[in-house]
Nanobody, 126 residues
Framework: QVQLVESEGGLVQTGGSLRLSCVAS????????MGWFRQPPGKEREFVAT???????YYADSVKGRCTISRVYAENTVYLQMNSLKPEDTAVYYC????????????????????WGQGTQVTVSS
């Protein structure tokens, strides 16, 4: 089992920046692919970014160039740095983890992830 805890989100103005963190505990000795997803009001949960065990990254088109996912292994932490935020980035953001035997594996599909954080609200004001 892996437990994931996201940092507090917040209220940001359009054009602002915010960094979310996600700390993993429990069975962190296994190889995990990590992902960030978000759920805008009234919409389904959607992919934001993913990172493989060896650091390969992949982003949704909607955030490419504005967001960076990274991980610090010693801290069991994954970060999502978000810049140039827009009102359409307003959502509940979730961290997710998937155990994998591949160092290179990553996935943009929420159905592939076994563990989820509780979510954190990010609101971007216009």
């Amino acid at each position: 089992q892996v437990q994931l805890v996201e940092s507090e989100g917040g209220l940001v103005q359009t054009g602002g920046s915010l960094r979310l963190s996600c700390v993993a505990s429990g069975r962190t000795s296994s190889t995990h692919t990590m992902g960030w997803f978000r759920q805008p009001p009234g919409k389904e949960r959607e992919f934001v970014a993913t990172i493989s065990w060896n650091g390969r990254t992949y982003y949704a088109d909607s955030v490419k160039g504005r967001c960076t996912i990274s991980r610090v292994y010693a801290e069991n932490t994954v970060y999502l740095q978000m810049n140039s935020l827009k009102p359409e980035d307003t959502a509940v953001y979730y961290c997710a983890a998937k155990e994998t035997t591949s160092n290179y594996y990553y996935s943009p599909s929420r159905h592939d992830y076994e563990y989820w954080g509780q979510g954190t609200q990010v609101t971007v004001s216009s």
